[in-house]
T-cell receptor, first 109, second 114 residues
Framework: GQNIDQPTEMTATEGAIVQINCTYQ??????LFWYQQHAGEAPTFLSY????GLEEKGRFSSFLSRSKGYSYLLLKELQMKDSASYLC??????????FGAGTTVTVRA | IAGITQAPTSQILAAGRRMTLRCTQD?????MYWYRQDLGLGLRLIHYSNTAGTTGKGEVPDGYSVSRANTDDFPLTLASAVPSQTSVYFC?????????????FGPGTRLTVL
């Protein structure tokens, strides 16, 4: 099984940068995903990491260190529409996803 | 249909009743999944299917059953609902289990068991 930890809440100002950390303990690692979920909506895919390093996709970047069981999602140039919950999910050796409880990010003007 | 759909959108159900949540995708994805989402606990996998004709148990399968008669449909059945099954249920699909295959989620079904 997986044990996935991420902060419950974060607040940041419009235009700023926020980093959401995720730590995990796993019996087998087969990739890490980040999803965005707006209130009352379905999760949508943001990023995927399977090798160590940084993956950049526009204003969003995701980093992975497998040896440390650690990932972060970096949101740059924050916009009001970025207010949402961000879910860290780890895929195990059986290819099943385990999700963290999510980090609610509030962007203030 | 475009993507993945779920029905009903919401339901209030008496304890002990049988209920089937429907899920249909038109992306010809091989893999499908059912999750429940509860406040503070995140998404938890109930059942999954690698391909039509096969199913597997997730983290919280008790009280639920699934079938995968064809590629498109993956219904979730609660044989005898209990209040602890009050939750938001999400169906998802992906091209396959491995690689960078992201899961696409349906809009969810909000179920209340009284």
């Amino acid at each position: 099984g997986q044990n996935i930890d991420q902060p419950t809440e974060m607040t940041a100002t419009e235009g700023a940068i926020v980093q959401i950390n995720c730590t995990y303990q796993t019996s087998g690692f087969n990739g890490l995903f980040w999803y965005q979920q707006h209130a009352g909506e379905a999760p949508t895919f943001l990023s995927y990491n399977v090798l160590d390093g940084l993956e950049e996709k526009g204003r969003f970047s995701s980093f992975l260190s497998r040896s440390k069981g650690y990932s972060y999602l970096l949101l740059k140039e924050l916009q009001m529409k970025d207010s949402a919950s961000y879910l860290c999910a780890v895929r195990d050796h059986d290819y099943k996803l385990s999700f963290g409880a999510g980090t609610t990010v509030t962007v203030r003007a | 249909i475009a993507g993945i759909t779920q029905a009903p959108t919401s339901q209030i159900l008496a304890a002990g009743r049988r209920m089937t949540l429907r899920c249909t995708q038109d992306m010809r994805h091989n893999a499908m999944y059912w999750y429940r989402q509860d406040l503070g606990l995140g998404l938890r996998l109930i059942h999954y299917s690698n391909t039509a004709g096969t199913t597997g148990k997730g983290e919280v399968p008790d009280g639920y059953s699934v079938s995968r008669a064809n590629t498109d449909d993956f219904p979730l059945t609660l044989a005898s609902a209990v209040p602890s099954q009050t939750s938001v249920y999400f169906c998802a699909s992906s091209v396959g289990l491995a690689g960078n295959n992201e899961q696409f989620f349906g809009p969810g079904t909000r179920l209340t068991v009284l």
